[in-house]
């Protein structure tokens, strides 16, 4: 049911752990659903390039392999570009998901847009507007932007 | 294929070789219709009545009190709406319990939609209903009470004996949906007062899509399907000749030993349950301790979700189940692990194990190392079990 990239993710996640000296952290989705995705970046404050992102996921086989999907995809990226991340490419990258996981691609991109919120708030400035999520989702039933396949 | 370890028999059972070689000539050599007056069909009417027979000596009944059908889910969907349906106009209450299969419940549910009134009892922390409870629930418009025998997540046996003798002193229908203790737990309908019992065969060694509903002679039944004189006209459609036949064969093979069976599964059980107990830390038993079927084994580990743990252990060869939402297809966890009051992130973390006498001490030893070294590996990459470590600092 799982794509081969999807396995190999799951099965051999990239950045794992996490960043003690992290200047951006997002913490999205509950224990109650049974997903919960932690993201910690190291953010240059100079350039806004994401020079070190790891994560912590609880979660299903494709929770732990969108969170690590999505920590490679905005390695390396600025700020901004990260920001344009979307669920989408998150699963386009792992070869398509099954239908009942693709909350855990929205799930994955609203980690990242979290942990990026995070860092606009820890420097005292206003978040840009257009971040989707600042750690909320109190509902298993309600994920906002979902993109049906 | 490489050797594996198959510890979900609670889904599904390796057709036996026995059940397998008496089925056999029902596909090309005796083909006939069992409605036929030819003797192709009286050879398969022959093998229909024979099987029959022997479903109904399995759970000391009569032969005509056995109705074969598709499934368990059909068995169990046929009592529940055949009772409503029948008793309608004595009353529109029905009780069970919150830890049914799904087959159960959401045919109550259904026919909440259509006027009867369910009381959905809770249960004890083991995943026990309580015979008071049942009594208690009891009312004037009550027209039937139906209770699993046995859970099929956590293998908790319930006290179906005492119950049956609460309805019939009461005078109520009671159904069992006993599909998890056919031939793990002696059961003699008569003397249990059990108007209704559904079954399946693939549970048991037999092959999928044979099923049985038993009732009680006395008790009306109505047609589940219409179109036909099969089932004595309240069933319709050509009989599954081979899968009945293996039904039969495998029910008998399932219920001539149960007591050796059920001491060589009880002591896989409880083996596994200690060494995982004292291995793994933050880990739970779900069910009860004793009364629990044999083979099933069904624990919680904090801190992880269900499905990871399923998938490195099918890596590792071995195939288990869990009660994590991600495994249903849903977004909930098992309604069985809430019901006994598990945290839902305890109930995600779930693993249910269920032996079969083909696994052996070193399967246990086995599937024990490979568990402890994957919950491990999951929880170093949750960030609950990182946030638990931080507070217990």
Redesign the interface.
Known sequence: MYSEKV?DH??N?RN???IEDANAVG?VGN????????IYMKINEETNIIEDVK??????????ATSSMATELVKGKSVDEAMQMTNKAVVEALDGLPP??L?CSVLAEEAVQSAIFNYYENRGMTPPEGLKCSGCCGS??HHHHEEEE | MEKRIYVDNAATTKTDSRVLEAMLPYFAEVYGNPSSIYAEGRAAKAAVETARAQVATAIGAEAGEIYFTGSGSEADNWAIRSAAKALKDKGNHIITTAVEHHAVLHTCQSLEKEGFEVTYLPVDAFGRVSVDAVKNAIKDTTILITVMFANNEIGTIMPIAEIGALAKEKGILFHTDAVQAIGMVPINVKEMHIDMLSLTGHKFHGPKGSGALYVRKGVKLTSFITGGAQEKNRRAGTENVAGIVGLGKAIELATEDIPKKAAYLTKLRDTYIQKMLDTVPYAQLNGHPEERLPGNANISFS??????LL??LD?KGISASSG????S?????SHVLLAIGR???EA?GSLRVSFDTENTLEDVDTIVTAVAEIVERLR???????TFLKEQK
Do not use: N, R, W
């Open positions: 396995m799951f099965s996640p794992v752990g996490e913490e224990p109650q659903c049974g997903d919960i995705m932690k994560f912590k996921t609880f979660g299903c086989g494709a929770a732990i009942v996981k909350h298993c039933h | 801190f992880i979700e269900g499905e990871g998938l490195f890596m994590s939402a991600c495994t297809g849903s977004l909930d966890p945290k839902h992130e995600h170093s990459m949750s960030p609950l079990y990182e």
